[in-house]
């Protein structure tokens, strides 16, 4: 038959995935959280690697089943598939390995070709995903634990990155002032969370005056420790939600003022968002409302397909495939972007 199935493997931090797509359509994408890290305030590489190797089995197996629920082994499964893709880079080094020694056994094993894939272009090609998506070119802010970004997507294969952050990025942010706050590791969903309730506009933080299409997220830390610094004891217990809402609408505004400027520069108008960030609800609301505002078309992945997942390294395999850009046996993984 004519359609082409591939089993893409996620690794490059603290989630393991995997997916299984046909023709850049997603039949499954089971994602395995680590809840080791959360006691020690972030991700500790030795400890997501071995996590690594306990879950890659029991993930692939897990999204190989889903995908076809009518075959009843593993074996029947992996014969369906026709390439096996792998996040290549960026990451962390261990937790990259892991991945792309399981994708190379199972590739040299099938007989069948290997997919390198780069971590923030599966990010931005999430979007891909579904009937509902951008055409290109299009613009997408890529805002994850790692990255901020605004990318020009000339076409699946050719992103151009224009504008990105000098310093720390946006998940950054959100987790070190969350960890300010006295919130768990990572912070950025519980500032979410307490937002919801809170005044947006009752605390204010400095905004940097970062030239061009670039962010920078350091002082927006500092500004709210020294914030933090000058208040009695309770008042982050009486102030949370107000606190969370302030904060977040800082990193929102930072975002979209560059995101805007990009609008104008590029005269593009269709506005995409990707990575883990993008899971912040009030940073959905503010681009569909500044979407509706200046006459944009706008593009939000589907909440499980931002933050990292396979599914995005499935879509984005698919392409690779089609461009018949496959990897070598001896492809590494590199925890640097290039
Ligand atoms: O893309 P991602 O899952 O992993 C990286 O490639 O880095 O992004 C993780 C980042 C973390 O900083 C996390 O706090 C943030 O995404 N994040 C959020 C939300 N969900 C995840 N930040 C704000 N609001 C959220 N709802
Ligand atoms: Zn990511």
């Not at 993008?278 to 939000?300: C, D, P, V, Y």
């Not at 992945?301 to 879509?315: H, L, S, W």
């Not at 984005?316 to 461009?323: D, E, F, L």
Request: contains cysteine; proline residues 5%.
């Amino acid at each position: 038959d004519l359609s082409t199935t591939i089993l893409a493997i996620e690794s490059s931090c603290d989630e393991t995935s995997a997916s299984v797509c046909v023709n850049g359509k997603i039949l499954s994408n089971y994602i395995a959280n680590q809840s080791v890290h959360e006691k020690y305030g972030g991700v500790v590489p030795e400890l997501a690697s071995r996590a690594h190797m306990q879950n890659i089995v029991p993930v692939v197996d897990t999204a190989l089943a889903a995908a076809f629920p009518e075959l009843n082994n593993t074996t029947d499964r992996l014969k369906q598939l026709d390439a096996i893709a792998f996040t290549q880079s960026p990451g962390l080094i261990g937790s990259l390995l892991v991945g792309t020694q399981f994708a190379k056994s199972l590739a040299l094993t099938l007989n069948k070709p290997l997919i390198a894939v780069h971590h923030m272009q599966a990010h931005v090609l999430a979007n891909l995903i579904g009937d509902d998506i951008p055409e290109f070119p299009f613009l997408c802010l890529t805002v994850s634990g790692g990255h901020t970004q605004i990318v020009l997507a000339h076409d699946p294969l050719n992103l151009e990155v224009i504008g990105e952050t000098i310093d720390d990025a946006a998940g950054e942010a959100f987790d070190k002032s969350a960890k300010l706050l006295g919130l768990p590791y990572p912070g950025g969903p519980l500032i979410d969370k307490y937002a919801k309730t809170g005044d947006p506009l009752k605390f204010k933080f400095a905004e940097p005056q970062i030239p061009e299409l670039n962010f920078s997220f350091s002082g927006l830390k500092t500004s709210v420790l020294y914030f933090l610094q000058k208040q009695e004891t309770g008042f982050i217990e009486a102030n949370l939600a107000d606190l969370c809402a302030s904060i977040q609408h800082t990193i929102i505004t930072i975002l979209l003022k560059k995101v805007k400027k990009a609008v104008q520069q590029t005269g593009i108008k269709q506005v995409c968002i990707a990575g883990g960030v993008s899971a912040n609800s009030g940073l959905r609301a503010s681009l569909q409302e500044m979407g509706q505002k200046h006459g944009w078309k706008t593009f939000i992945p589907k909440f499980e397909y931002c933050t990292d997942n396979a599914a995005m390294i499935a879509i984005t395999a698919h392409y690779k495939y089609q461009a018949a850009q496959f990897a070598s046996l001896d492809a590494n993984p590199s925890a640097r972007s290039h």
